[in-house]
């Protein structure tokens, strides 16, 4: 039968390239996403301006957060924990730099510090002179510098001798250069090296260091040397090779974390979406080969031959289909790894890396879903009874089978669980998570009893359909509701297209624009003052802008993300921080205070949401243990108690408190509240004036909402590229199963002729039945939809309804119906081409 299987392919190109679509794309799909993910675990950044030291150490970016409650845990239980990777830089103490010098195999160890500058109003990053040789840069002109002095990079266009001026970490100041440098290679951005106490001074970090470099002595095994360090320098992560890039950009690890869950979320939906789209299309192909398999029965052939020639062709056109993707998979890939990095998702010194693994992985499950599919398909085909077949291959009505009423009992089931768990458990954005588990299983839950609920459709469409079409449109009627079951395998896809589509974007436009609002509600401010290159503003600042006329208040504003130690919280991701100055909180946050005093945020102290309060059973006076984003440990006292917008909580604690343990070490922004009886605009044209000349930029509430927004999109972005490919593969599906279903019918619209029906009528026919599968095929997908929208909108907005265009629905709906009437017509006119007699008389394929 393998051997019969493989013969009769080449005769049903129709139902073999429609397969072969399914399969291909749904593999390369998965295969793609497997690649950004092993690039994720990969995190491999080649080192840059670090690159001549073989050996690098930084300090651990991960601390073991307690899994189990220590106030609860058995003394006989083990305490579980787990590494969490924290958000801010951790740095080093310089006196590792001697502990390492003593290791056996080391020739040289140099500290590094870098921090954001603006020279000559030009970015780059400073350094001290000393560090030069991590990468290494060498003087082509000139000499080393001095205190107040600079070296910079003979890309600069400066001369020895030219004065320059440096703004960094809030203030600016003239430096002479001393000499030009040269590297082996072009580093971005541009490196400034100033004397070691300068450098110190300018990073905010004396007596740190950010990286350390490590140089081998000639002939050392460096792994050798890497282990005994890494005992040198117990605590910290010492690296080599590859691994090096991690130490000079942080950002490539945590953004490594956040692809592998992009991809994982993203994979795991295409596979599901795969599975349902490939069994779909193997079902209708199938179906559409009935009278052959009944015509094999009633010649002999067993069950068992039958579903053994149905497995052996669909894992035939299953292995061509996964081969092509294996080979095509990390080319889009790597095209969707660079829309990531042109759009600012994922550093640009990540470097994409696709393997076998993910090849083999995007295979494995279109093969499964092929080899599920075919089982299922090649099973129904072999219980026809021989005395059936004729009968059953003329129009196939039974579709109601114990198999798809614990199916759709189970997904429903499970839908109405992730429904019930979304409104009675989750608060906020988080309740989003259920959605796309949810949209599977109501749409494969409605894709079992689809037949039932178009067959009733149908019936309600009739009479309208009859009114607009005539007999053209009986006709549509008439052929839609005996041929039901070859209907509803057209009606899947558009159901999956829709729901999919509709539900993803109104998800992500809801929890957009919640963001948004949740942003401006709690900011006051009418000005915002920062830094257009991220050098920090100078705590200074404050109580200057203060003393300007007109300024009812004004706050550091700082961001970050603490872990709450004690009491015990079990959030992985730790929690939100905002750190603002105590004077003008109030006046530049709307938080609304149920207790306390926001003015009493000063020292160590901290603003609780009472959320949180009543979850940590904390109040007025009690303490908190933080472990802040660099891993410093500090213990708070609560002095206030916040109401905040559900799913936004943030601690609010003591800008100078939060903010040297942030990488930048200084607040990027100032929020600036007018006097009531001042024009806000006079008010941030009065701030330009009088920050004229310093590293400042000066703009109004709108720039500030505006940034928040564009911050938000970016994560938009991603969402809408990676559901944009899964919605466009159920387009390719919807297309690929109407296309199919109408191509086989060229015998009977033959027949139809000969009966006396012109071309014109049987096109206008097709075109109803396109139209009725599209608009049942739309109903379904709007129901599968809500039920992943509507329990969601319930918790964040209190609303049924999601927040975003109608438009966005009318476009996903139109663009359905579109595709299902050319995806009808096109084959049908093609299929009506040539005497009617021809086609009467000739295959199907």
């Not at 399969?23 to 390369?28: I, M, N, T």
């Not at 290679?185 to 990073?203: C, G, N, W, Y």
């Not at 039945?769 to 049942?776: H, K, M, N, Q």
């Amino acid at each position: 039968m393998l051997r019969l299987a493989f013969r009769t392919l080449r005769l049903r190109k129709g139902g073999f390239i429609g397969t072969f679509i399914a399969v291909f794309f749904g593999a390369l799909i998965v295969a793609s996403c497997g690649g950004l993910m092993e690039t994720g675990i990969r995190g491999n950044a080649e080192p840059q301006r670090l690159a001549a030291a073989p050996i690098l150490v930084t300090g651990d970016q991960t601390f073991e957060l307690s899994k189990s409650d220590p106030a609860t845990l058995d003394p006989d239980d083990k305490h579980k924990t787990e590494g969490v990777r924290l958000p801010e830089r951790v740095r080093l103490d310089n006196g590792l730099i001697s502990r390492i010098r003593s290791v056996p195999g080391v020739s040289d160890v140099v500290g590094e510090v870098s921090f954001p500058l603006a020279a000559a109003g030009r970015p780059a990053l400073g350094h001290a002179w000393d560090s030069a040789a991590l990468t290494p840069y060498v003087l082509v002109e000139g000499v080393a510098p001095a205190a107040g002095e600079v070296v910079v990079e003979s890309t600069s266009g400066l001369k020895p001798g030219a004065l320059v001026d440096v703004a960094a970490r809030g203030t600016t100041a003239g430096f002479r250069v001393s000499g030009v440098a040269g590297a082996p290679r072009s580093i971005t951005p541009a490196a400034v090296f100033f004397s070691a106490a300068d450098a110190a001074r300018l990073s905010g970090y004396p007596g740190k260091a950010d990286v350390i470099g490590v140089f081998t002595k000639p002939g050392a095994d460096v792994e050798a040397v890497r282990a005994s360090v890494a005992k040198a320098a117990a605590g910290a992560t010492v690296l080599s090779g590859i691994d090096r890039g991690v130490a000079e950009f942080p950002e490539a690890d945590s953004s490594g974390a956040n692809l592998i869950v992009i991809a994982a979320v993203s994979g795991g939906l295409s596979v599901m979406v795969a599975m349902f789209v490939v069994a779909s299309t193997l079902s209708l192909s199938t179906q559409q080969r009935s009278r052959e398999l009944a015509l094999m029965r009633a010649i002999g052939t067993t069950p068992r031959q039958l579903r053994r020639m149905v497995l052996g062709e669909a894992l035939a056109v299953g292995l061509l289909a996964t081969a092509l993707a294996a080979v095509l998979g990390p080319f889009l890939g790597e095209w969707l790894f660079g829309q990531l990095v042109e759009n600012g998702v994922v550093p640009e010194v990540l470097r994409f890396y696709q393997g076998w693994l993910p090849a083999v992985v995007g295979a494995g499950a279109a093969m499964l879903a092929v080899f599920v599919a075919a089982t299922v398909a090649g099973h129904r085909a072999g219980k026809i009874r021989p005395t059936e077949a004729l009968a059953e291959a003329a129009v196939t009505r039974r579709w109601l089978t114990p198999t798809r009423v614990v199916v759709a009992a189970l997904c429903f089931g499970g839908g109405l669980a992730l429904a019930i768990v979304t409104v009675a458990v989750m608060t906020g954005p988080i309740a989003a998570s259920t959605a796309g588990p949810a949209v599977i299983l109501w749409a494969i839950g409605v894709a079992m009893i689809t037949p039932g609920v178009a067959k009733v459709m149908t019936a309600i469409l009739q009479w309208p359909i009859r009114l607009l079409g005539g007999i053209d449109g009986r006709l549509a009627v008439l052929n839609t509701r005996a041929g039901i079951v070859r209907a509803a395998g057209a009606v899947t896809p558009i159901m999956l297209a829709v729901g999919i589509a509709t539900a993803h974007i109104y998800l992500q436009t809801t929890q957009q624009e919640l963001a948004n609002q949740a942003f401006t509600e709690d900011v006051r401010a009418d000005a915002v003052i920062g830094t257009p290159h991220r050098t920090g503003l100078s705590p200074d600042l404050v109580q200057r802008i203060q003393n300007v006329p007109g300024v009812a208040g004004v706050s550091e504003y700082v961001t970050s993300t603490v872990f709450i130690e004690a009491p015990y919280d079990d959030s992985d991701d730790g929690r939100p921080a905002i750190g603002l100055t105590a004077s003008g909180a109030g006046a530049t946050t709307d938080t609304k205070v149920t207790q306390g005093d926001l003015k009493a945020l000063t020292g160590r102290s901290v603003a609780l949401p009472d959320v949180f309060a009543k979850d940590f059973d904390r109040g007025i006076g009690d303490t908190l243990s933080l472990k802040l984003g660099d891993g410093a440990a500090v213990d708070v006292k609560v002095v206030a108690v916040t109401s905040q917008r559900p799913g936004f909580e943030s601690l609010l604690l003591p800008a100078d408190l939060l903010a040297p343990h942030t990488t930048a070490g200084l607040a990027g922004q100032m929020l600036v509240r007018a006097a009531p009886d001042v024009d806000p605009a006079a008010l941030t044209e009065r701030l330009r004036e009088v920050t004229a000349g310093q590293p400042v930029s000066v703009g109004d509430r709108d720039a500030l909402v505006a940034a928040h927004a564009a911050d938000q999109a970016v994560g938009a972005w991603v969402n809408y590229l990676l559901v944009g490919m899964i919605t466009a593969y159920t387009v390719i599906s919807v297309a690929n199963t109407l296309v199919m279903a109408t191509v086989r019918r060229r015998r009977e619209f033959g027949l139809q002729r000969l009966t006396g029906s012109t071309r014109a009528q049987v096109l206008r026919m097709a075109g109803f039945e396109g139209g009725v599968v599209a608009l049942i095929g739309i109903v379904l997908g709007t129901v599968v939809s809500a039920g992943a929208i509507v329990p969601f909108c319930l918790v964040a907005t209190d609303s049924l309804l999601p927040m975003g265009s109608p438009l966005i629905y009318l476009t996903i709906i139109g663009l359905a119906a579109a595709l299902a009437l050319a995806a009808t017509l096109v084959p049908a006119f093609a299929a009506t081409r040539g005497q009617a007699v021809d086609a009467a008389t000739s295959g199907s394929d």
